[in-house]
T-cell receptor, first 110, second 114 residues
Framework: DAKTTQPPSMDCAEGRAANLPCNHS???????VYWYRQIHSQGPQYIIH???NNETNEMASLIITEDRKSSTLILPHATLRDTAVYYC???????????FGTGTLLAVQP | EAGVTQSPTHLIKTRGQQVTLRCSPI?????VYWYQQALGLGLQFLLW???????NRGNFPPRFSGRQFPNYSSELNVNALELEDSALYLC?????????????FGQGTRLTVV
């Protein structure tokens, strides 16, 4: 199973862009990268996912390197409500299960 | 559109008892997933149901079981409860199987075993 590595914690000033990195060096060619976040023990919230092209939606942008071994989630203008644990996940083939790691605790500072 | 709903939101049980947790997926979603999140720990995959069939199971003992009904709702049953079963149990649903599929989570059921 492809595993992901994320920094345990990051700080970001309110209003600035938050760039959350993720390494997934063992990712297979047909596996997607997903990002979720979890705010204070609520259910995880889907943010974005992608295969090899950069993706953008109303919440965030996902930048995947050309070799697909790493990616960056970008929150363009972080707010205090973006304080959460952010999980980078690689989909696990036909089993369709998401394997959550320990994630990155993003603390947005006023 | 209603999201994934779980019931009950909180539950307290005694060690050795049995518990049933319920999940209603987003309308039109056929896949349901169950996860366990013990306090301070990450989400552990429990079970995946699709079209009424169990498709995959995580590394949990057989006393964790479940089912999916024809309307795609699902139950998670835990028998012979142990103290370490205390956790947030999360249900998620997705529209289809396959790797290009986002799953949406409910708010969970917090189970406390005393």
């Amino acid at each position: 199973d492809a595993k992901t590595t994320q920094p345990p914690s990051m700080d970001c000033a309110e209003g600035r862009a938050a760039n959350l990195p993720c390494n997934h060096s063992t990712i297979s060619g047909n596996e997607y990268v997903y990002w979720y976040r979890q705010i204070h023990s609520q259910g995880p919230q889907y943010i974005i996912h992608g295969l090899k092209n950069n993706e953008t939606n109303e919440m965030a942008s996902l930048i995947i390197t050309e070799d697909r071994k790493s990616s960056t989630l970008i929150l363009p203008h972080a707010t205090l409500r973006d304080t959460a644990v952010y999980y980078c996940i690689v989909s696990i083939g036909a089993t369709n299960k998401l394997i959550f790691g320990t994630g990155t605790l993003l603390a947005v500072q006023p | 559109e209603a999201g994934v709903t779980q019931s009950p939101t909180h539950l307290i049980k005694t060690r050795g008892q049995q518990v049933t947790l319920r999940c209603s997926p987003i309308s039109g979603h056929t896949s349901v997933y169950w996860y366990q999140q013990a306090l301070g720990l990450g989400l552990q995959f429990l079970l995946w149901y699709d079209e009424g069939e169990e498709r995959n199971r995580g590394n949990f003992p057989p006393r964790f079981s479940g089912r999916q009904f024809p309307n795609y709702s699902s139950e998670l049953n835990v028998n012979a409860l142990e103290l370490e079963d205390s956790a947030l149990y999360l249900c998620a649903s997705s529209l289809r199987t396959g790797m290009d599929t986002e799953a949406f989570f409910g708010q969970g059921t917090r189970l406390t075993v005393v």
